[in-house]
């Protein structure tokens, strides 16, 4: 039986946690929630809690703001980013069911 810890998407981390582990501050992560850029389950009592997935997400945000990036802006790439691999993962799926096709016309 696989644990939390191997599942990257169980929130297992707390603000201060993760604000500790890529050296920002708390107050950037609520700020980052509160602009729907990476936006963490939450506790039964309403705490943040992060999974490994949201913990990468938020170093690749600090990453762009670094380089001057609006929260805005990023939360743009991120939702362009993500309907991107959605098309292409369509496009995957389109491609085999048509190479299964041809090869059902082909017998």
């Given amino acids: 039986m696989p644990l939390p810890l191997d599942d990257e998407y169980a929130p297992l981390y707390t603000v201060g946690q993760v604000a500790g582990m890529l050296g920002v501050q708390p107050a950037f992560l609520r700020r980052v929630d509160s602009e729907q850029v990476v936006q963490p389950a939450r506790s039964d009592g ?24 609006t929260l805005a802006g990023i939360r743009r790439i991120l939702v362009l980013e993500a309907e991107v691999a959605e098309l292409k993962r369509r496009l995957e799926a389109a491609k085999h069911k048509v190479a299964r096709t041809a090869k059902r016309a082909d017998a």
């Fill in 46 to 69: 309403g705490q943040r809690r992060y999974s490994r997935l949201d913990i990468a997400c938020v170093q690749r945000v600090t990453e762009m703001a670094g380089e001057g990036m």
